[in-house]
């Protein structure tokens, strides 16, 4: 095996500014995650928001980072400048958490929810490009995968931090928002001292002028990635429905948030080895093991009869975003042109974002109208079906 792909040989490889991007990631996830574990309890318990309100505000908010995903990266191969765009969305990011303790009304919530995801989907896709830009082509899966690792640490630290601090300054939900600023102004400082705009040799060259047409010549390849993607999401619904179920079998409602913190943990233990084993073994077989990670949770959850059984899948869940997030993000560098890796990612995220609406969406249909083994059962399908299409058509690098 060669030196450059052990997992230690390729930290030691990577580019500051990977570890740069990596670290930002890192702190504003603790940030977003310490005010989004307490943001539904601010609203109905604080502002007297209803339930209705509460799952309209997070729609609006995932629709914004969707769309705005595509404007931003065509935006970056536009002017070649993709770390002040990048800058530009963790800023705003940062700006909006005082709003969020300032809040004294619904609108306010919903503005500050709004303009921050507005920040993450200027930030993504030219975020994205970026780390391809700065990292040899052999080391992509471990970049993405450190990004996606730490990432995800956040996602867990964040609401521990929010559990220990509301017990620290006594249910002080607006002190304990307060707090979040910090993590949030530490990311904008780890993006602006550590990771550095690509030099011009390794950048994009410049255009004059930008027009969508220019989109259709992006390789079949990258179309065929974006299929699978979608075909992928598909088969994956939002985490909100692990935890129904870890409800709906018997799980204490405080103890719901644990199944966050599992999938996480194991998200964050396996996604840098991940993105290490797709640069040495491809990224074919690393999808196929995600999918089938996927599968199996999607049986557990159908049979589950009890919290642990629900515990294992959340587990499983994880592994499987560990293998296959950050592994497509690499094909995705990999089958565009680099002058238009930027609009390539914020294609990828719009569809896979309208996919992962229309699974949600299916699987809510499905419990409702049948069980919720009904719905996962469909879910192992879908993803038998992804499997099936990439081992039959599929040449992932």
């Known amino acids: 095996m060669p030196d450059s792909a052990s ?31 307490l943001l539904p309890l601010f609203l109905s318990g604080v502002l007297g928001a209803s339930m209705a309100t509460i799952g309209l505000i997070e729609g609006l908010a995932e629709a914004t980072v ?22 530009a969305g963790y800023a705003l990011s940062a700006f909006t958490k005082p709003l969020f303790p ?5 609108s306010s ?10 920040g993450k989907g200027i930030r993504e896709a030219p975020r994205d490009a970026l780390i391809a830009d700065v990292t ?27 559990f220990a601090l509301m017990a620290w300054f006594a249910g002080d939900i607006r002190l304990v928002f307060w707090m979040a600023a910090l993590p949030a102004i530490l990311s904008v400082l780890a993006l602006v001292r550590l990771v550095p705009e690509p030099p011009r040799a390794a950048a ?4 004059e002028t930008f027009s969508w047409r220019q989109v ?15 075909l992928f999401t598909l088969a994956r619904y939002s985490e909100a429905f692990l935890l129904l179920r870890a409800h709906d079998v018997g799980l204490a409602t405080a103890a719901v948030p644990l199944v966050m913190i599992a999938m996480n943990v194991a998200y964050a233990a396996l996604a ?23 599968i199996l949770a999607d049986l557990l959850l159908a049979a589950a009869n009890g919290p642990a059984t629900v515990f294992l899948a959340a587990i499983l869940w994880g592994a499987h975003l560990a293998a296959t997030q950050g592994i497509f993000a690499k094909m995705i560098a990999h089958a565009s042109q680099a002058e238009l890796r930027g609009t390539a990612f914020g294609l990828f995220h719009l569809f896979s974002g309208l996919a992962l609406l229309a699974a949600s969406s299916l699987a809510g249909w499905l419990w409702s109208a049948w069980s919720a083994q009904a719905a996962f059962l469909a879910a192992a399908l879908l993803a038998a079906i992804a499997a099936a299409v990439l081992t039959r058509y599929g040449k992932a690098p």
């Open 272 to 294: 840098y080895p991940a993105g290490v084993a797709a640069d040495r073994l491809g990224s074919r077989r690393l999808l196929l093991a995600g999918i089938a990670a996927l």
């Open 66 to 87: 969707a769309f705005t995903k595509v404007f931003s990266g065509a935006l970056s191969d536009f002017l070649r400048r993709r770390k002040a765009i990048v800058v």
């Open 136 to 162: 040899p082509d052999e080391l992509r899966g471990a970049a993405y995968g450190l990004r996606q690792a730490l990432d995800s640490v956040g996602a867990f630290v964040g609401p521990l931090l929010a």
């Open 102 to 106: 300032l809040a004294a009304s619904v």
């Open 216 to 230: 259709l010549s992006l390789p079949r390849t990258y179309w065929a990635i974006v299929g699978l993607g979608v």
């Open 109 to 118: 919530v919903v503005a500050a929810r709004l303009l921050d995801r507005f």
């Open 204 to 207: 994009p060259a410049a255009r």
């Open 7 to 37: 997992p230690r040989s390729s930290l030691r490889a990577l580019p500051l500014g990977v570890w740069g991007l990596a670290l930002t990631s890192l702190f504003m996830d603790i940030s977003s995650e310490m005010i989004h574990s």
